[in-house]
């Protein structure tokens, strides 16, 4: 079985090293072949992070700039860049490259800027850059070569400006002719943290570096390496060394005699034993015009009284000290020896280093200071009181105090008001809260900046002599001081609702409001302001109402005035335009012209009442609710039998001026018969106090008949109407024949109201009496009309 086991194996591992080779050929296929899809208008192509084993091809000879950092390209082949002849810019930093053939650059003639740092190259070619006459920047720090090879690397590279070499795990030496055909160097740094050899004049070839950074941990080799500098280097930045002891220090004295006139320090450790020693080479370093310390530490307590060297002025006038750790700063002594260094300094900047005070001995030799920022630090009131004592800092013109201990306004400005040249103060991100109503300032303060200190209401204690106030970031809602001179307001993000009031400020000439709650201002309120340039009230909740969408999307010239438009203007309300842009925003006619809008509405609902009353008149609707309403009266009420008792015969609805024939005449003949007929009548019948409508409701109802004295008079009365009116819905919801019609005179069937449908039915189906003019006919009408009243049969 064994036996048999051993071929299959080895079948397997072949057939699957066989797809293996396969897969790997087309997915090389597959990546070479691949167009990196990035490419903008510029033609810089951003090919970053996709995951490249190689250059892409599909690289046209248009292109001028190509990023392939952070793939996992590890060989760049001859003819990978081929159509790179108009190429300026080649990134491919942070990728796996081990291997670059001699040719790969042969066509990039016109290349200015090459990356190649942080990949895996063990070795450096001079054939590679040989062609690349335009080179200007070259970066090839981050890899695993151990030196710069054995020939010149650079001596083709004529027009190199910018230099970036060496690693901190293997780098280890520089030769004497590494730097051979460079003779200026805007910028060169030198990474090598285990850099131990160094060839004395291996630098001295370069006759001008503006810039060089020298990141390596030897004193020693530093010592050898600015030797070498002293006339080329103008700007020396040392990072991540420790001076521990002064005698460390001094192996920096090649810079007292040096051309170097700023010397940067980064993450540099003292001690008081080479901070003192460091000064004393600076004092005699007469081209040093400018120190920066940043990120460094201090191991000491600053005790260096009589240590520093007194004969002659420092030269330095700029000193720069950032985020310098003093591990002990609580227990730091009043500086008092270096009062000789400061007589020089115009401008020093101490941010972010625990100062909590300034010795007034060392504030009055700041004799030509002219600016000075302690940001960032724990200076408070008293202490600044006496760091700014009488005679500190004379000439001073510009201070910066943001983000200390300081909460208490008015002791601020007295312990400044001395300064009478101090034009620039910002005191910022401090915490003043409510400050007083006077104050006192230098005399010539014409820059504030009190942003950020939870001011809740501004006074007259800011000074009238400002021409540039910073409130922004504060509680305030409103702005009402009087500065004549104010050029520039400040007062982002408050509560502000308007403008402020341009009369107190009529120089305002920049105004920046945004963030507030300003919903609108008028064309007025901009107008006030006669000298405005700049307007930011951006990022407001603006309420965009037709005269504020008028003005401000057609005043001329404002969109030069406003700062950040159209994009940061954005419409709240109303909620039919929320968030749109100002300038886009549109309303329609009812919210631009509401009283007009409202004022046709109501013309239009006027006209359709007046419409419906016309079309209820001439359908008669008012009849018709009349008799829903008593149709509704008469539903409440205990429906009657046939058999029912009723009061009267007949109810005799007739007209005023027909009175005196149906009293004198119908009356005297109807109840004076045999047997006699009991008559309504309503001058004599109708309940006194009681509606009129219910006594002709109830009048009707206790009748078995209603007579209608029908004459021209008849039509013309309203009651007469509205008991005939009555009389029609009881034949319509009885279904009976109660009516009897008398013409009393020739009357038209037209007059009666076409609504009455049923009575109109009656007189054209039955027959009516007709009051006979003939006296010998008249007797028969009395016999039929009594006939008519004795018939109490339903039809």
Same mark, same amino acid.
């Given at each position: 079985?064994?036996?048999?086991?051993?071929?299959? @194996?080895?079948?397997?591992?072949?057939?699957?090293?066989?797809?293996?080779?396969?897969?790997?050929?087309?997915?090389?296929?597959?990546?070479?072949?691949?167009?990196?899809?990035?490419?903008?208008?510029?033609?810089?192509?951003?090919?970053?992070?996709?995951?490249?084993?190689?250059?892409?091809?599909?690289?046209?000879?248009?292109?001028?700039?190509?990023?392939?950092?952070?793939?996992?390209?590890?060989?760049?082949?001859?003819?990978?860049?081929?159509?790179?002849?108009? #190429?300026?810019?080649?990134?491919?930093?942070?990728?796996?490259?081990?291997?670059?053939?001699?040719?790969?650059?042969?066509?990039?003639?016109?290349?200015?800027?090459?990356?190649?740092?942080?990949?895996?190259?063990?070795?450096?070619?001079?054939?590679? %850059?040989?062609?690349?006459?335009?080179?200007?920047?070259?970066?090839?720090?981050?890899?695993?070569?151990?030196?710069?090879?054995?020939?010149?690397?650079?001596?083709?590279?004529?027009?190199?400006?910018?230099?970036?070499?060496?690693?901190?795990?293997?780098?280890?030496?520089?030769?004497?002719?590494?730097?051979?055909?460079?003779?200026?160097?805007?910028?060169?740094?030198?990474?090598?943290?285990?850099?131990? $050899?160094?060839?004395?004049?291996?630098?001295?070839?370069?006759?001008?570096?503006?810039?060089?950074?020298?990141?390596?941990?030897?004193?020693?080799?530093?010592?050898?390496?600015?030797?070498?500098?002293?006339?080329?280097?103008?700007?020396?930045?040392?990072?991540?060394?420790?001076?521990?002891?002064?005698?460390?220090?001094?192996?920096?004295?090649?810079?007292?005699?040096?051309?170097?006139?700023?010397?940067?320090?980064?993450?540099?450790?003292?001690?008081?034993?080479?901070?003192?020693?460091?000064?004393?080479?600076?004092?005699?370093?007469?081209?040093?015009?400018?120190?920066?310390?940043?990120?460094?530490?201090?191991?000491?307590?600053?005790?260096?009284?009589?240590?520093?060297?007194?004969?002659?002025?420092?030269?330095?006038?700029?000193?720069?000290?950032?985020?310098?750790?003093?591990?002990?700063?609580?227990?730091?002594?009043?500086?008092?020896?270096?009062?000789?260094?400061?007589?020089?300094?115009?401008?020093?900047?101490?941010?972010?280093?625990?100062? %909590? !005070?300034?010795?007034?001995?060392?504030?009055?030799?700041?004799?030509?200071? !002219?600016?000075?920022?302690?940001?960032?630090?724990?200076?408070?009131?008293?202490?600044?009181?006496?760091?700014?004592?009488?005679?500190?800092?004379?000439?001073?013109? @510009?201070?910066?105090?943001?983000?200390?201990? #300081?909460?208490?306004?008015?002791?601020?400005?007295?312990?400044?008001?001395?300064?009478?040249?101090?034009?620039?103060?910002?005191?910022?991100?401090?915490?003043?809260?409510?400050?007083?109503?006077?104050?006192?300032?230098?005399?010539?303060?014409?820059? #504030?900046?009190?942003?950020?200190?939870?001011?809740?209401?501004? @006074?007259?204690?800011?000074?009238?002599?400002?021409?540039?106030?910073?409130?922004?970031?504060?509680?305030?809602?409103?702005?009402?001081?009087? !500065?004549?001179?104010?050029?520039?307001?400040?007062?982002?993000?408050?509560?502000?609702?308007?403008?402020?009031?341009?009369?107190?400020?009529?120089?305002?000439?920049?105004?920046?409001?945004?963030?507030?709650?300003?919903?609108?201002?008028?064309?007025?309120?901009?107008?006030?302001?006669?000298?405005?340039?700049?307007?930011?009230?951006?990022?407001?909740?603006?309420?965009?109402?037709?005269?504020?969408?008028?003005?401000?999307?057609?005043?001329?010239?404002?969109?030069?005035?406003?700062?950040?438009?159209?994009?940061?203007?954005?419409?709240?309300?109303?909620?039919?335009?929320?968030?749109?842009?100002?300038?886009?925003?549109?309303?329609?006619?009812?919210?631009?012209?509401?009283?007009?809008?409202?004022? !046709?509405?109501?013309?239009?609902?006027?006209?359709?009442?007046?419409?419906?009353?016309?079309?209820?008149?001439?359908?008669?609707?008012?009849?018709?609710?009349?008799?829903?309403?008593?149709?509704?009266?008469?539903?409440? =009420?205990? =429906?009657?039998?046939?058999?029912?008792?009723?009061?009267?015969?007949?109810?005799?609805?007739?007209?005023?001026?027909?009175?005196?024939?149906?009293?004198?005449?119908?009356?005297?003949?109807?109840?004076?018969?045999?047997?006699?007929?009991?008559?309504?009548?309503?001058?004599?019948?109708?309940?006194?106090?009681?509606?009129?409508?219910?006594?002709?409701?109830?009048?009707?109802?206790?009748?078995?008949?209603?007579?209608?004295?029908?004459?021209?008079?008849?039509?013309?009365?309203?009651?007469?109407?509205?008991?005939?009116?009555?009389?029609?819905?009881?034949? %319509?919801?009885?279904?009976?024949?109660?009516?009897?019609?008398?013409?009393?005179?020739?009357?038209?069937?037209?007059?009666?109201?076409?609504?009455?449908?049923?009575?109109?039915?009656?007189?054209?189906?039955?027959?009516?009496?007709?009051?006979?003019?003939?006296?010998?006919?008249? $007797?028969? %009408?009395?016999?039929?009309?009594?006939?008519?009243?004795?018939?109490?049969?339903?039809?």
């Amino acid at each position: 079985m064994l036996n048999q086991r051993k071929p299959n @194996t080895k079948q397997i591992w072949r057939v699957w090293i066989f797809y293996m080779a396969i897969s790997t050929n087309r997915s090389e296929e597959k990546a070479t072949t691949q167009v990196c899809p990035s490419c903008d208008a510029t033609r810089f192509c951003d090919c970053s992070s996709m995951d490249l084993s190689t250059i892409p091809s599909g690289l046209t000879t248009d292109v001028m700039g190509l990023n392939l950092s952070y793939n996992s390209i590890d060989h760049v082949r001859e003819t990978d860049l081929k159509l790179g002849l108009n #190429l300026r810019v080649l990134q491919l930093q942070s990728n796996q490259i081990r291997t670059i053939d001699k040719e790969s650059f042969i066509f990039l003639g016109k290349l200015e800027h090459l990356d190649l740092s942080n990949n895996k190259l063990t070795h450096l070619s001079p054939i590679w %850059f040989r062609h690349l006459f335009s080179l200007q920047q070259l970066n090839i720090q981050g890899n695993l070569y151990t030196t710069l090879g054995e020939n010149p690397l650079f001596s083709n590279l004529k027009n190199l400006r910018y230099l970036h070499l060496g690693n901190n795990n293997s780098f280890s030496a520089i030769r004497k002719q590494d730097f051979d055909g460079i003779t200026i160097l805007e910028q060169l740094e030198i990474d090598g943290q285990r850099l131990r $050899q160094y060839e004395s004049g291996s630098l001295t070839t370069v006759n001008s570096i503006n810039h060089i950074i020298i990141n390596i941990n030897d004193v020693q080799v530093l010592s050898v390496m600015l030797e070498d500098l002293i006339n080329s280097a103008i700007c020396v930045e040392l990072r991540n060394i420790a001076f521990n002891t002064a005698n460390e220090s001094s192996l920096l004295e090649p810079m007292s005699h040096s051309v170097m006139e700023k010397l940067v320090l980064k993450n540099v450790l003292f001690t008081d034993a080479s901070v003192i020693r460091v000064l004393n080479i600076l004092r005699h370093a007469k081209q040093v015009l400018e120190l920066e310390v940043d990120d460094s530490v201090l191991q000491g307590t600053g005790k260096w009284h009589g240590q520093i060297e007194v004969n002659g002025e420092s030269a330095i006038e700029v000193i720069t000290v950032q985020r310098l750790a003093i591990e002990q700063f609580y227990l730091f002594s009043e500086l008092s020896g270096v009062e000789n260094l400061l007589g020089n300094i115009t401008k020093t900047t101490v941010i972010n280093t625990n100062v %909590f !005070l300034v010795p007034c001995n060392i504030s009055k030799h700041f004799s030509s200071l !002219l600016y000075l920022d302690l940001s960032e630090n724990l200076l408070a009131d008293p202490t600044l009181e006496h760091s700014s004592c009488d005679g500190a800092w004379p000439l001073l013109q @510009t201070f910066n105090l943001s983000q200390n201990s #300081l909460d208490d306004l008015e002791m601020t400005g007295r312990s400044l008001s001395h300064l009478k040249h101090l034009t620039h103060l910002d005191i910022s991100r401090n915490n003043f809260g409510e400050i007083p109503e006077s104050c006192q300032w230098p005399e010539n303060l014409k820059y #504030l900046n009190i942003s950020s200190t939870q001011i809740p209401k501004l @006074t007259t204690c800011i000074p009238q002599t400002l021409e540039v106030l910073d409130v922004s970031s504060n509680n305030l809602d409103d702005f009402r001081l009087k !500065l004549p001179r104010l050029k520039e307001l400040y007062v982002s993000k408050n509560k502000l609702k308007t403008l402020p009031n341009a009369p107190f400020i009529p120089n305002l000439i920049a105004l920046r409001i945004s963030r507030n709650k300003l919903t609108s201002f008028s064309k007025e309120e901009f107008g006030s302001f006669r000298k405005m340039e700049t307007l930011d009230a951006g990022d407001n909740n603006f309420i965009c109402s037709c005269e504020f969408l008028s003005f401000i999307q057609y005043q001329e010239g404002i969109a030069n005035v406003l700062a950040n438009w159209p994009e940061n203007y954005i419409c709240d309300s109303p909620s039919s335009v929320r968030g749109q842009q100002v300038k886009a925003a549109r309303l329609s006619l009812f919210e631009c012209h509401r009283t007009l809008a409202v004022s !046709l509405i109501c013309i239009l609902v006027v006209l359709v009442i007046l419409l419906i009353v016309i079309l209820g008149y001439k359908l008669h609707v008012i009849w018709y609710m009349k008799m829903t309403w008593a149709w509704l009266q008469a539903k409440r =009420k205990p =429906k009657k039998s046939h058999n029912h008792d009723f009061c009267y015969d007949a109810f005799v609805s007739y007209s005023e001026r027909d009175s005196e024939w149906v009293e004198n005449l119908m009356v005297q003949e109807l109840e004076n018969a045999i047997p006699p007929f009991k008559l309504c009548l309503h001058k004599r019948d109708f309940v006194p106090g009681k509606w009129i409508t219910d006594n002709i409701i109830d009048s009707i109802e206790k009748s078995h008949k209603t007579v209608f004295v029908l004459s021209e008079h008849f039509v013309q009365s309203e009651w007469c109407k509205y008991e005939l009116e009555f009389s029609h819905f009881r034949l %319509f919801d009885e279904h009976n024949d109660a009516a009897i019609l008398i013409l009393l005179e020739p009357i038209q069937e037209q007059t009666i109201p076409k609504r009455f449908c049923k009575l109109r039915k009656i007189m054209n189906t039955k027959t009516y009496l007709e009051w006979p003019l003939d006296e010998n006919q008249q $007797q028969i %009408f009395w016999n039929n009309l009594k006939t008519a009243l004795k018939s109490y049969d339903v039809i």
